[in-house]
């Protein structure tokens, strides 16, 4: 699966490691949860482009799946000379983030309500943020959860503070109306204020066995 990402002049990119619990790898071997984030920092402008996203299926963990990379707008020529510099930065978090909520973790499953006839083809997303000034919000702050897709509808969304940590959760329902891929973005705000980072999902046709 290819995804681009359409920018110009872009500032940095990378593939960033962020889950460090060793007990969500049980890799004693090579310890994916010591994994390097690695941002390329552009040195000038290079002008019109995008970033692709290549997720490549693998059938063992021995293989390298995924990568990052800058395509520019306009194609190569014979006899052309293009030229980007840029700064690799290796380590635990990229170099600059960005001081609002991150997202903490990303869960799937059946849509509608416990306790009563769920619904086919309709998927729960629940989406976890945490950082930046979120720690001070409560629910009476009008939390709220700005939400799309690029098909598809989407339902039953809200917010809440998750109970004994500094993490707010996003919900809500999504029933796809075809085969392909949907493109789907999800942020939370407070009145005119942008709270977190925008959450980049990739809706594909589920495997979920349906109740009835």
């Known amino acids: ?16 490691q962020r889950d460090r619990a060793f007990e ?3 890799d004693d071997g090579v310890f994916y949860e010591k994994r390097s ?5 552009p040195r000038g402008e ?10 490549i299926a693998t059938d063992d963990e021995i293989h390298d799946n995924i990568v990052a990379y800058w ?28 001081p609002v909520g991150r997202v903490y973790s990303t869960r799937l ?3 509608g309500v416990p306790g009563q006839t769920r619904p086919a083809g309709v998927v729960k997303y629940v989406i976890d943020f945490d950082g930046g000034d979120l720690k001070t919000y409560d629910q009476s702050s009008g939390v ?12 039953g969304v809200y917010t809440l503070p998750v109970v004994g940590t500094t993490r707010w959760r ?10 392909n891929p949907v493109d789907m973005r999800l942020y939370l705000r407070a009145g005119d204020k942008t709270l977190t980072e925008t959450w980049l999902y990739q809706h594909l046709p589920t495997t979920f066995v349906w109740p009835k």
């Open 170 to 179: 996003a919900v809500f329902d999504f029933k796809g109306d075809g085969p």
């Open 109 to 111: 499953g059946f849509g």
């Open 144 to 155: 709220e959860a700005v939400v799309s897709a690029s098909s598809g509808s989407i339902s």
């Open 71 to 98: 395509l520019p707008a306009a194609p190569a020529s014979k006899g052309s000379e293009i030229a980007f510099d840029y700064r690799l930065t290796w380590g635990v978090d990229e170099p600059s983030p960005a």
């Open 37 to 41: 984030t690695v941002w390329v920092e």
């Open 1 to 16: 699966m290819t995804s681009t990402f359409v920018d110009k002049n872009i500032k940095g990119f990378g593939l960033c």
């Open 24 to 26: 969500n790898y049980q």
């Open 46 to 55: 290079w002008g019109d482009g995008a970033v692709q996203l290549v997720e």
